[in-house]
């Protein structure tokens, strides 16, 4: 038996934590493949807006969990959602997708980023027991920092979403227990490839970040987790059963 074998038998499930399936064609379809190849999908939401439609059309699969987002990068149009974001916080366990983006385009908006941010964060706080997936697009440091400011690891989980970042704030990450959900495009830039180096195995979890990467020319799907796993484990010389063994661990370990 090979390793992808192994790894994808009944038994076993795949893990996609950060995903935005109601930005494909059809999110449905795109949700079912999922939950019958068994990826355990974390679809990421970007306004709180289309929460009560989008919570009714994945609720009967199995293996999809929805998190409740406000996407920095629309921060600058939807800060006022924030208030219907706090509305909805307690129909879920898991927020995002939530940030703050620093790269050009995005930056003029990072004094409402940044408020919207913290208020997360410390609404989080107050409440316990939510897990974040969280974007840090051009100021990994700022975003480490103001986590470790505004959310104790007692009061919350933080999946950092496609991060990367210097060897010092990748460290103060992992020191304030944060989770990292890698993909297969951080393989293509040498930047993201010294941070992988830095991420604790016993800290990995995989992601697609679709429809946003591409996979042959089309846009990567959660069914397509398994490819992510095989490239990502030949990256960390590992077996990809390895690997996949590893991330559900650690996925358990983030959700106990
Ligand atoms: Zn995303």
Known sequence: MTDQKSAGDSATYWVDFHCHLDLYPDPVATA???????????????????????????????????????????????????????????????????????????????????????????VCAERGGKILTVHSAG??????????RHLPPDRGRVVLHWFVGSKSTTAQAVEHGCFFSLNAAMLQSETARKTLSYIPRDRILTETDGPFTKRDGRPAMPVDIPDTVGQLAAFFEMKSNELAIQVRTNLKLLLS
């Open 32 to 122: 079912v493949a999922a939950n019958d190849k068994r990826v355990r999908t974390l679809a990421v939401t970007t306004t709180p807006r289309a929460w009560p439609h989008e919570r009714e059309m994945f609720a009967h699969l199995e293996f999809i969990r929805l998190a409740l987002g406000l996407h920095p990068e629309l921060v600058a149009e939807r800060a006022s959602e924030i208030a219907l974001w706090e509305r909805y916080l307690d129909q879920t366990r898991y927020v995002g997708e939530v940030g703050l983006d620093g790269r050009r385009g995005a930056r003029g908006s990072l004094p409402q980023q940044r408020a919207v941010f913290q208020r997360v964060l410390d």
């Open 139 to 148: 100021i990994p440091a700022d975003v480490v920092q103001t986590i470790v």
